[in-house]
Every structure is written in C-alpha cells, then in structure tokens.
C-alpha cells in the first residue's frame, strides 16, 4: 500500500540517492537499482523545474519543516495562493517518495 503525503509530515531526501546542480539545473540521481520506480536505470534520473528546486532545497536542508511549514515559506516566496503551492508540493512530494526518492522522517 502507497504510503499517503501529508501536510504535517517532514520528509528528506532518501540516503539511496544524491543531487548535483548541473548547469544551473538540478538532477536527482539513485544510488542503487530500484530507486526512481523505472525500470531502464536512464530513465531513473529526475530533474526538477524551479519550483521543484525550491520545494527539494527546503527539504534536503535537514531543518525538519513539516511540508505545511514548506508551502508557507514558498507562497511568501513566489508571491503565490497557498493553495496552488500546496498542490504542487503535495504533488512532487508524492511523486517522489512514490520513487523512493524522498522518505518520511517524521509526521503526526
């Protein structure tokens, strides 16, 4: 069963995979086989738009916010409605803790 993002929980990056700025653009690579959820290992690195970027730097900084914390931080930020925010965190999140990407460190 699929584990279900929330607002409340923090989440980091998993130890199974590493990321470097490249160009100006951030990639996502795994460490280890299975990591990324693709079966052929090219397709397993993962690149983020600058929102992505955003949402990614605030976690990897190991500060333990809550993704509600994260939302907060980037609507001041962008200058954006939380809620939109919010879906695209909810969103990114998912996707990559679907891929083992990010893990949950904690919650409530």
Do not use: C, H
Not at 17 to 37: C, N, T
């Amino acid at each position: 069963m699929e584990a279900k993002v929330t607002l409340d929980a923090i989440y980091a990056p998993s130890e199974e995979v590493v990321s470097r700025d490249i160009e100006g653009e951030l990639i996502i690579v795994p460490l280890a086989s299975g990591v990324g959820g693709a079966e052929d290992e090219t397709d397993a690195i993962f690149t983020l738009n600058e929102t992505g970027r955003a949402i990614w730097d605030r976690l990897a900084q190991g500060s333990q916010r809550s993704l509600r914390d994260v939302v907060v931080e980037l609507a001041a930020e962008f200058e954006a409605a939380e809620s939109e925010i919010e879906a695209d965190v909810l969103g990114l999140v998912g996707e990559l803790v679907k891929r083992n990407m990010l893990v949950e460190v904690s919650g409530v």
